[in-house]
């Protein structure tokens, strides 16, 4: 599909005064990605920062939700004939409500940015965790500005990696640069013959392994675990992890790695697996898949879930 054939959508989301329309304001005037296109800004809600001028662009301010329907969304594409169209969506709206709006037939998301304010973001997590998280769950790149000077950056990665393991975390200091991620201080010893895997620190090598598979790649590793089913995967192969809490107490699900064994999926059955580490290509990118060395039943651990917000 060519340029011509379809008019890209970019949706920014994120709870009042987190930054969104900064973000627009930047897209909107950096060279790069504005070339005299015309631009169709919707903004569902008003803050307290205006957009900048800018040449070929037209603000549609929607008042209601209501107004969030295929009706109104084809009006404004037959009225502007926009090139391409950014949202500036009120995640109090929820995301489902956009979700159930059909878009113009030409209309293509190809990319869903989701701003935080660092200096908010623990409060709302701890008392406005779904709605804050749930545009997350969509979003490619989650945008962490406001960072204060020695902010601690790594216990919000691994909330939002939780949250969305596969998308793209980018941090802004309040100094002006910027972080691409964050460089986890790993609570384990990476050089040791075997690397021991406390219970507390499996959700950091879980999310650590998705994002540099290589780095484990001829590694053993030993931790506690159960065997899962799955029946996508071919016999001697099963996921071995554990339950966690990936959001909150409503959102409790298995992790894991596939791994190549002998164990038998069970609910009840916790063991010690020591196990070598291969990095492997799947669909383009690399991932973490353990071969079962040594494996020890012990008893249940004292926490049944894993928790990635600590």
């Not at 691994?158 to 975390?169: D, G, H, M, S």
Request: charged share 25%; with cysteine.
């Amino acid at each position: 599909m060519s340029e011509q054939e379809f008019t890209p959508v970019y949706l920014i989301t994120g709870f009042l005064e987190s930054g969104k329309t900064q973000l627009i304001n930047s897209m909107l005037t950096d060279d790069n990605f504005s070339r005299g296109q015309k631009t169709l800004v919707i903004c569902c809600e008003e803050g307290v920062e205006e957009y900048e001028t800018a040449k070929n662009t037209t603000v549609v301010v929607l008042d209601e939700a209501d107004e969030m329907n295929t009706k109104k969304m084809e009006a404004l594409d037959k009225e502007y004939q926009p090139e391409r169209v950014i949202i500036e969506y009120n995640s109090i709206w929820t995301i489902e409500r956009l979700g159930s709006c059909m878009l113009p037939r030409k209309w293509e998301v190809v990319q869903i940015i989701t701003t935080v304010d660092a200096n908010t973001f623990d409060n709302y997590f701890t008392n406005m965790r779904q709605m804050l998280t749930d545009p997350m769950k969509v979003a490619d790149l989650i945008l962490v500005n406001r960072c204060q000077p020695g902010a601690n950056k790594s216990p919000w990665r691994r909330q939002l990696k939780a949250v969305n393991p596969k998308t793209n975390i980018i941090f802004e200091n309040t100094d002006g640069t910027s972080e691409d991620g964050v460089a986890e201080d790993l609570p384990y010893d990476m050089k040791s013959a075997v690397i021991e895997i406390k219970d507390e620190d499996i959700p950091t090598f879980y999310l650590d392994s998705l994002d540099h598979a290589d780095r484990y790649d001829r590694k053993t590793v030993r931790l506690v675990g159960q065997a899962f089913a799955d029946r996508s995967l071919p016999k001697g192969y099963y996921m071995f992890g554990r339950m966690a809490m990936t959001c909150c107490a409503n959102d409790i699900q298995p992790i894991g790695w596939i791994t190549q064994g002998i164990q038998k999926p069970s609910t009840k059955t916790y063991f010690r697996l020591t196990a070598q580490c291969k990095a492997v290509d799947a669909q383009g990118e690399k991932m973490l898949m353990l071969q079962e060395a040594r494996a020890e039943i012990v008893p249940p651990p004292a926490e049944e879930y894993l928790n990635f917000n600590a």
